[in-house]
T-cell receptor, first 114, second 113 residues
Framework: DAGVIQSPRHEVTEMGQEVTLRCKPI?????LFWYRQTMMRGLELLIY????????DSGMPEDRFSAKMPNASFSTLKIQPSEPRDSAVYFC????????????FGPGTRLTVT | AQSVTQPDIHITVSEGASLELRCNYS??????LFWYVQSPGQGLQLLLK??????LVQGIKGFEAEFKRSQSSFNLRKPSVHWSDAAEYFC???????????FGPGTSLSVIP
């Protein structure tokens, strides 16, 4: 298996622009997680899905952030409008629903908002 | 609510020396406990897990961790550190095997030759 795939790997955008991050989980995994990592705040869980349904989105910072999982093999995290404080590395991870501790992380998307 | 603290932000050890990374958790019942490692520029990888039973658990890469209920701790150890162990280490907790995982702030490990 190719592992969790994220795209793009790097994104530089200007404040106010829309940003869409993409994730393809490992085939057969039915839980998917979006994290944000910064030096100041560490690793934060933004949202997670079970069987394509959002289970917990309490970590989503504000209405500018939205996440979707239209099917078992694809998820997006969208920021609109983006702000400089959104600059971070965003990770997607997937797991089996009953082994959420055994998450397989993607390589991350490094987002820079200028 | 569950929480995890890692008292050491950064640790430096010499190659070949022993290592212990500290972790304390807050949770009313017996938690599910984990250690993850993040190598530079990569995502996290599960090192080991504790659910119940033997309080000393073995993981990958020669790591082990010991659960001490009385101290609410789950410290990670390795008898002899290799240069390739330089990474960020995260302690984590969950209520069940199918619940979200709460990560600690991480401890950065540097290894000097």
């Amino acid at each position: 298996d190719a592992g969790v795939i994220q795209s793009p790997r790097h994104e530089v955008t200007e404040m106010g622009q829309e940003v869409t991050l993409r994730c393809k989980p490992i085939s057969g995994h039915n839980s998917l997680f979006w994290y944000r990592q910064t030096m100041m705040r560490g690793l934060e869980l933004l949202i997670y899905f079970n069987n394509n349904v959002p289970i917990d989105d309490s970590g989503m910072p504000e209405d500018r952030f939205s996440a979707k999982m239209p099917n078992a093999s694809f998820s997006t995290l969208k920021i609109q409008p983006s702000e400089p404080r959104d600059s971070a590395v965003y990770f997607c991870a997937s797991s089996l629903w009953d082994r959420t501790y055994e998450q397989y992380f993607g390589p991350g998307t490094r987002l820079t908002v200028t | 609510a569950q929480s995890v603290t890692q008292p050491d932000i950064h640790i430096t050890v010499s190659e070949g020396a022993s290592l212990e990374l500290r972790c304390n958790y807050s949770y009313g019942a017996t938690p599910y406990l984990f250690w993850y490692v993040q190598s530079p520029g990569q995502g996290l990888q599960l090192l080991l897990k504790y659910f119940s039973g033997d309080t000393l658990v073995q993981g990958i890469k020669g790591f082990e961790a010991e659960f001490k209920r009385s101290q609410s701790s789950f410290n990670l150890r390795k008898p002899s550190v290799h240069w390739s162990d330089a990474a960020e280490y995260f302690c984590a907790v969950a209520k069940t095997s199918y619940d979200k995982v709460i990560f600690g702030p991480g401890t950065s490990l540097s290894v000097i030759p």
